[in-house]
């Protein structure tokens, strides 16, 4: 009998080789999972189950896990306004762990031996997919043609034509990945240090011109509704936000940073609904929160952020910090205003029953309710005291 063996499909020329490659030369019974977490349509799901079957799957499916990948993830990342060095959302590169899961969650139902992706031996995805597969399924073997056959793309479409498979191998000018909370776009300008990408490598175009304010609600921290439109889920949020904002070509930018494998790396993005959400709940929580609550935030988003983008999703120091960003957000409630422009958005400010500027205690700058001006004096020479002893011990 020949032995199962499930491989992470994309459709792309990768994994259409594995495939190919994996049930003709090496005998294995292939089924094909797609964990689709929110980058797909039901169009293109379509179009790569049939791909699936032409190339010999013995049975294809499809992984939907958009809802678990923002219940467990994205509202993290906006509880702790993640973004990896000050830039990027980590957009694609956070769902890899979550694609990881649901194909070893697949491959365990089925009783399948064997998993496969199709990494190459440059990139992050490879430790992502091998470090999840490792952890959850010790006894699942890990399979990577690709990376073991350091193959070039030519040899890829050379294998697949003798095995006549006839498809449209033409090379895109930029790999391209899109999901839920947003787009890389690589190739090229991003394989240099200083050339920026032009404006047709970006696959969202601008269309809109006029300015468009709106009207973003948050509730514990999540966003609820749009322009007074609720929604019941997250990921149908986003989306909405993605559709109005994108026109305008917002949240465009290059991200340079260090991979897990030691190099440094560069990629382009776009994502107009997560940097819109991020810098809105942001400005929310300047509002809502105390000062060292938005410090200590800080601090322990920097380092979820950086365990995600290094593959390390199962510690279980990320269900800790999980907790503490959750039990911050019980006061972030209220209404940010954006203006979306051509290439940018502004935030133009809040509404909120938990906005701490709405206090009775003084406006800053203008006037003093809750203290005296004798109040002041007396806590300016407290607060100096071990200012001037130093410079009075250490005085030059």
Known sequence: MKEKLVLAFSGGLDTSFCVKYLSEEKGFEVYTAIANTGGFSTEE?????????QLGAVKHVTLDVTDVYYSKCIRYMVYGNVLRNNTYPISVSSERVFQAM???????????????HGSTGAGNDQVRFDL???VL???????TPIRDLSLSREQEINYLREHGVQDDFVKMQYSINQGLWGTSIGGKETLTSGKPLPEEAYPKQLRAQETKVVELAFEKGELKAIDGKRFESGPEAIQT???LAAPYAIGRDIHVGDTIIGIKGRVGFEAAAPLIIIKAHHLLEKHTLTKWQLYWKEQLANWYGMFLHESLY???VMRNIESFLENTQENVNGKVFVALKPYRFELQGIESPNDLMSSDFGHYGEESKAWT???VKGFTNILGNYLKIYHSVNRK
């Open 314 to 316: 199962l510690d279980p």
């Open 137 to 143: 399924a010790p006894g699942i073997q890990i399979v």
């Open 132 to 134: 999840t597969f490792q």
């Open 102 to 116: 649901a194909i070893i969650e697949y491959a365990r139902k089925i009783g399948a031996g064997y998993v496969a």
């Open 373 to 375: 001006g004798d109040d």
């Open 241 to 243: 936000l993605e559709d």
């Open 45 to 53: 799901l379509a179009r790569i189950e049939e791909k699936a079957y």
